[in-house]
């Protein structure tokens, strides 16, 4: 098994370092909560009538990294990486496991959205502005919301993974 650096983000520094650095601990929170498992593991359901599984939150996490990195941020056509009848313009899919779905397959899509947000995110200002819905919004601001939507899916991830192994606090 090998263990995701999780480096504590710094106490003391400016802002973008924090914001970007929060951001890194919880993607990094959400690959350690899927480390050490197999694809029928990543694969296994919370409680019923919940069928949210940690496959699917890495699958759903590379959909949202995609909208607001590519799609809001810069404008970008990037289509649906995993189309879904659940998904929406207000509801990104990958939730929705298809048999062919692997952690091998998710997670290089997800880190290469990563790799795509960070190349997007490197030469724009914090107060940089995009269109979004009926007015605008900053790379603060989308910042600030993905680490909200990180940290609260890692949550769901913890639940998830000590269901599946009794791990906690990973």
Not at 97 to 121: G, M
Not at 130 to 141: H, I, Q
């Amino acid at each position: 098994m090998t263990t995701t650096d999780r480096p504590m983000p710094p106490l003391d520094a400016d802002e973008r370092t924090t914001l970007e650095s929060w951001l890194d601990f919880y993607r990094a929170t959400l690959a350690r909560k899927c480390e050490g498992l197999d694809d029928t593991q990543l694969r296994t359901p919370a409680v019923p009538p919940s069928s949210l599984t940690l496959l699917g939150l890495l699958r759903h996490m590379a959909e949202v990294e995609r909208n607001w990195f590519r799609r809001v941020l810069t404008g970008e056509p990037a289509p649906a990486i995993h189309p879904s009848p659940t998904s929406t313009p207000d509801h990104d899919g990958g939730f929705d496991l298809t048999p062919d779905a692997t952690y091998a397959s998710a997670h290089t899509t997800w880190q290469n959205e990563i790799a795509h947000a960070r190349r997007n995110c490197a030469t724009r200002a914090l107060d940089a502005t995009s269109p979004f819905r009926n007015g605008e919004v900053t790379l603060r601001w989308i910042y600030t919301h993905m680490i909200a939507e990180y940290a609260r899916h890692c949550g769901h991830a913890d639940l998830l993974r000590e269901r599946i192994d009794g791990t906690t606090g990973v």
